[in-house]
């Protein structure tokens, strides 16, 4: 017999490798039964216009395949903790949260100006001020998530009451997080691919566009699939996607995508976390006009990833407000 909640591998992968996991639960809800602007950049190395930036084309080979994967689960890939200075990701068995010795999260490319094997690479020099706002937002990243630390677990019960403020939570460990779109009873095996800022992220969804927030957990909008993504675990991805597509392990910014961001965040402290909602609604949005099924994960995030750039690269968006897609969410 088929349980109400099952949890299905899907890979979310790109042409550069593999990001992460998911699972999928059944029906069209997830139910339970019983900014302020910051100093504004007035540096004149920013370019006035995104589409005279210089662009240098590197080609890479495709690397990586999926092996091993049959019969067992992965987590997103735990991000690297300590920033990357101008390297790569490497590979370890550490690197895993469990599952096969297949490692997770190479960089992304933006698809926008591209080619399709390269990146989009630019040079510039980072303003003070920009480098302090992007320092800020990597010590966030490094935070892991403990769940022996009483700030975190606090953080964890606070979303819990947030999302369901008439269902008491039994415990830390309990089955009742599957109702929320975790893949198992201890949420805390999920938040390693993304990391405490992963939780944050979720916090501040839920706090600052309430309404939107609990639409998308009860999966309100639209005509549902039979077999949805799981809410929770769609969030952690998102993170981990946001966090590999702008650059943000590195030390500065390779591409557009990431230089741009950066101009924003030097506008607005609150960001990151912004644009986290826009992307989780956008992805819903996604997810609805493809009429998509869990199969269909996959190709859900490439083109949420896509239109994502889109928006970033036009020259209308000069705050994280005036992306289009903000006009999606409800406070």
Known sequence: MVSR???LLLIYKYETGVIGVIGASQGGSSQVGTGTQGERNKDQRWPQHRD????????????????????????????????DRGRGFHSSPADLVNGSATWIGRGFSCVCVQKRDGDAR???????????????????????????KTEHQEALMDLWRISFPEVELLDLISEQWKKMGWQGKDPSTDFRGGGFIS???????????PNSYRSLLLKEEGERATWEYPFAVAGVNITFMLIQLLDLQLEK?????????????????????ILYCITFKMMDQQWLSLRATYMDFNTVMKSTRRQLERELISEDVQRIEDMPSYRLLKR
């Open 5 to 7: 909640l099952i949890f």
């Open 52 to 83: 005279r930036v210089a662009l240098q084309w590197s080609e890479k080979k495709k690397k990586g395949s999926m092996a091993g994967q049959e019969g067992s689960f992965m987590a997103v890939r735990r991000i690297q903790h300590g920033i």
């Open 122 to 148: 630019i040079s510039f020099e980072l303003t003070p001020f920009q480098e302090e706002c992007l320092n800020r937002l990597q010590r966030r990243i490094e935070v892991c998530y403990d769940g022996l």
């Open 199 to 209: 939780l944050e992220n979720l916090l501040f969804f839920a706090n600052t566009f």
């Open 253 to 273: 910014p390779r591409t557009i995508i990431g230089a741009i961001f950066l101009k924003l965040l030097s506008e607005n402290p609150r960001t990151f976390d």
